[in-house]
């Protein structure tokens, strides 16, 4: 047993400097290794929406996380954040029921501020997003430690849609 604390003392110590050197990525390990709870969701609610502007309509959310080590294994994680198509069932274009009428609004929610990378899960070019639990700051590469995830919601402009009230319910989903 001293023997293998040993030499896991010294693969971390190797992995230490050849990380400083910038030769040298640790991975971060599957399933087991911590857990995460989702803390708040701040919705997409995007407000007024008229039909008539040129401009689209944007607004921000959050999704908040808190992964924790687990002690027994302590190895770094990557949390994989992911969200539904919503009730269009289509990641192309998410739609908003109307509270009155059958006209859908159109509308997407992208992991960028440029709205061109949409979030979704992994499937029809969307994108999920990552953050990694690190060990002592090691152990995620490129990947961010942030715990929290802005989402991006976007309508388009020039939609012919009736007055009232839309809304559709997308599930998060956080694999780790």
Same mark, same amino acid.
């Given at each position: 047993?001293?023997?293998?604390?040993?030499?896991?003392?010294?693969?971390?110590?190797?992995?230490?400097?050849?990380?400083?050197?910038?030769?040298?990525?640790?991975?971060?390990? *599957?399933?087991?290794?911590?857990?995460?709870?989702?803390? !708040?969701? /701040? %919705?997409?609610?995007?407000?007024?929406?008229?039909? #008539? $502007?040129?401009?689209? @309509?944007? @607004? /921000?959310? !959050?999704? /908040?996380? *808190?992964?924790?080590? !687990?002690?027994?294994?302590?190895?770094?994680?990557?949390?994989?954040?992911?969200?539904?198509? %919503?009730?269009?069932?289509?990641?192309?274009?998410?739609?908003?029921?109307? $509270?009155?009428?059958?006209?859908? #609004?159109?509308? /997407?929610?992208? #992991? &960028?501020?440029?709205?061109?990378?949409?979030? %979704? &899960?992994?499937?029809?070019?969307?994108?999920?997003?990552?953050?990694?639990?690190?060990?002592?700051? #090691?152990?995620?590469? $490129?990947?961010?430690?942030? @715990?929290?995830?802005?989402?991006?919601?976007?309508?388009?402009?020039?939609?012919?849609? *009736?007055?009232?009230?839309?809304? &559709?319910?997308?599930?998060?989903?956080?694999?780790?």
């Amino acid at each position: 047993m001293h023997a293998l604390n040993r030499n896991l003392i010294s693969w971390i110590f190797t992995a230490l400097r050849l990380g400083a050197a910038g030769g040298l990525f640790l991975g971060c390990a *599957s399933a087991g290794a911590g857990t995460c709870t989702i803390q !708040s969701v /701040n %919705g997409v609610a995007f407000g007024a929406y008229n039909p #008539l $502007s040129a401009s689209p @309509t944007s @607004t /921000n959310g !959050s999704i /908040n996380l *808190s992964c924790q080590l !687990s002690p027994a294994f302590p190895l770094p994680f990557t949390a994989t954040i992911s969200l539904s198509a %919503g009730g269009s069932a289509s990641y192309a274009e998410r739609k908003m029921i109307p $509270s009155v009428g059958a006209i859908r #609004l159109n509308y /997407n929610i992208y #992991l &960028d501020p440029t709205y061109s990378t949409v979030f %979704g &899960d992994g499937s029809a070019g969307t994108q999920v997003a990552q953050r990694c639990t690190p060990l002592f700051g #090691l152990g995620c590469g $490129s990947v961010s430690t942030a @715990t929290n995830v802005p989402m991006y919601g976007l309508i388009p402009a020039g939609q012919n849609v *009736s007055v009232g009230s839309y809304l &559709d319910a997308i599930v998060v989903t956080v694999t780790f």
